[in-house]
Nanobody, 119 residues
Framework: QVQLVESGGGLVQAGGSLRLSCAASGGIMDLNTVGWYRQPPGKQRDLVARIDTGGSKTYADSVKGRFTISRDNAKNTVYLRMNSLKPEDTDVYYC?????????????WGQGTQVTVSS
């Protein structure tokens, strides 16, 4: 059974850094495009950063120059390095991955990890 597990969230002061991890497990044959999203209370999930199988990256304008997405294919893990954090970065961060497991290809969501940035 495919699972996505996020980790690395927490409380940090403005200007600080965190690194989020998204680890996929459970019969993974291909870990394709993976994205990090965040969702403020009562609002939709918005894309923060995305990386495809070739390593091409996409960032939201609000995080360009501060956040870096990367992947370790050997570990089926994608990271989000967040520097120069701001209070407005406070949200629950979710990982979404397109995964092939057996003959099935579909998108999976993780459970989310809370990031809180204090001013």
């Amino acid at each position: 059974q495919v699972q996505l597990v996020e980790s690395g969230g927490g409380l940090v002061q403005a200007g600080g850094s965190l690194r989020l991890s998204c680890a996929a497990s459970g019969g993974i044959m291909d870990l394709n495009t993976v994205g990090w999203y965040r969702q403020p209370p009562g609002k939709q999930r918005d894309l923060v950063a995305r990386i495809d199988t070739g390593g091409s990256k996409t960032y939201a304008d609000s995080v360009k120059g501060r956040f870096t997405i990367s992947r370790d294919n050997a570990k089926n893990t994608v990271y989000l390095r967040m520097n120069s954090l701001k209070p407005e970065d406070t949200d629950v961060y979710y990982c979404n991955a397109n995964i092939r497991a057996g003959s099935v290809v579909r998108n999976y969501w993780g459970q989310g990890t809370q990031v809180t940035v204090s001013s």
